[in-house]
């Protein structure tokens, strides 16, 4: 059977429209699975960097196992491949950074507050979040922001919706672990750093496990 990929749909609901009308229910796992690593593939051509080949083995080695199996192996290997992208865009938006710069360590708070200003700036959703809580009086009052939110991002998808509203959990998150001089987990703040940049459902499977590591961590912290 010939295996189409999302890069061949007009968008990533059509992707996914695709796969549960045409994608035999106990398949449909790898088949998603497969699409999440052709956008990664796709992302890689058009950034102009080489896909690594010892993914390309991996991937290899994965489709010639059981069906019970395979899947797992791709999604870690999914997320072998997002660590690493993720690690060489951020160490390339960082590369202006001058020497002495780099030679200084910042402290947990100093590194949360340069995240902060990175995602007012270049968040357009974390953005919006940050100019409605400066003009409100009482961030409790919910129905306020919602409609606000509707009101700006109306004509937008309702993933845009979802994104934004994970944006003010993000904010709170990182305001515990600034409040208390936290360190974030490992690779947080840059998967952090380019959030927005995703596209389709890898923008807010990415945000989930965003959100679950600093959960984690908080509880993990308050309970030692």
């Known amino acids: 059977m010939t295996r189409k990929t999302p890069s061949e749909f007009g968008s990533h609901d059509d992707w996914l429209m695709h796969v549960r009308s045409e994608i035999p229910l106990p398949e449909r796992p790898y088949a998603l699975a497969i699409g999440r690593m052709d956008l990664f ?89 940050t100019l409605y809580k400066r003009g409100v009086s ?23 919706l979802v994104f934004t509203r994970a944006m003010v959990e993000l904010d709170r998150l990182l305001t515990l672990f600034h409040d208390e001089n936290l360190a974030l987990p490992s690779l947080a703040f840059e998967r952090i750093w380019f959030l927005h940049s995703l596209r389709g459902a890898e923008r807010m499977t990415q945000t989930r496990a965003v959100l679950g590591t600093l959960m984690a961590e908080l509880g993990a912290c308050t309970s030692a």
Do not use: C
């Open 41 to 129: 593939r796709s992302f890689y051509r058009i950034q102009g960097l080489p896909f690594l080949a010892q993914f390309t083995e991996e991937l290899q080695r994965i489709e010639t196992m059981h069906d019970s199996e395979r899947t797992v192996a791709l999604e870690a290997l999914n997320d072998l491949i997002f660590r690493s992208l993720t690690m060489h865009l951020f160490k390339r938006a960082r590369s202006t950074t001058s020497i002495d710069d780099r030679r200084t360590p910042a402290s947990p708070r100093k590194e949360i507050e340069e995240l902060f200003n990175h995602l007012a700036q270049k968040n357009a959703y974390f953005a919006l979040w």
């Open 138 to 160: 009482d961030l409790s009052v919910a129905e306020e922001w919602d409609e606000y939110l509707l009101r700006e991002l109306g004509t937008q998808s309702p993933d845009a």
